[in-house]
């Protein structure tokens, strides 16, 4: 099934499965090709119910631009336990960087203060305690106890070889981040506490 953005896109595109509508609808985000970020949602109600919002069950939204005044190359999207259904993005920036958004129904996307260094593929998730974000070759940890804030912090560690760091959390010590990686060649393990 096609889904078409009013204008081109570029970069990967990132789904989740919301918990909007009576089955949960899917949730996209691309990168507009010029400026800002375009979010579609599929209408997974079942067939023969009401369109919700002009979307027949079973179709795409025609999609909706935010986040306009800034090139991207790419974002990730996620369906977050908290809040009141609120949706969690990360939006790489063509000129480098990462910017840190939530959706919440009422007033919608709002963009969080500051930009996480690096680039490259973005994967967030989230536990008990937070969110884990790997952003390229860096890895950032936010504690939730303040949500909607997400106070991001760099626990990426030094002189990990490229492209070998991979990424785990544990219930350990009352939660850590796992992180193992080499370093000239050497297998190295780091924990970080989750609970900060």
Known sequence: MEIRSPRPTTGPASV????????????????????GLWVHWFNADPPGTEPVSGV?????????????????????????????DYLEVIAVRAD????????????????RGGLLPGGGDAVLTEHDGGFILQL????????????PALPWRDVTPTGADPGTLRIAVSTRDGGMLELAYRRDGALHHDAVPLAR
Not at 25 to 30: D, H, K, T, V
Not at 56 to 69: K, R, V
Request: aromatic fraction near 12%; avoid cysteine; proline fraction near 5%.
């Open 136 to 147: 390229g070759e860096r890895v950032f940890a936010a504690s939730a106890a303040a949500y």
């Open 96 to 111: 480098g960087g990462a910017e840190s958004w939530y959706w919440s129904p009422g007033p919608g996307f709002q963009r």
């Open 16 to 35: 989740a499965q919301g918990v909007y509508g009576a089955a949960g609808n899917l949730e996209l985000i691309a990168a507009d090709a010029v400026d």
């Open 56 to 84: 027949a069950p079973g179709e795409w939204s025609g999609g909706m631009l935010f986040a306009e005044g800034t090139a991207y190359s790419s974002a990730v999207i996620h369906q977050s336990r908290r809040g009141p």
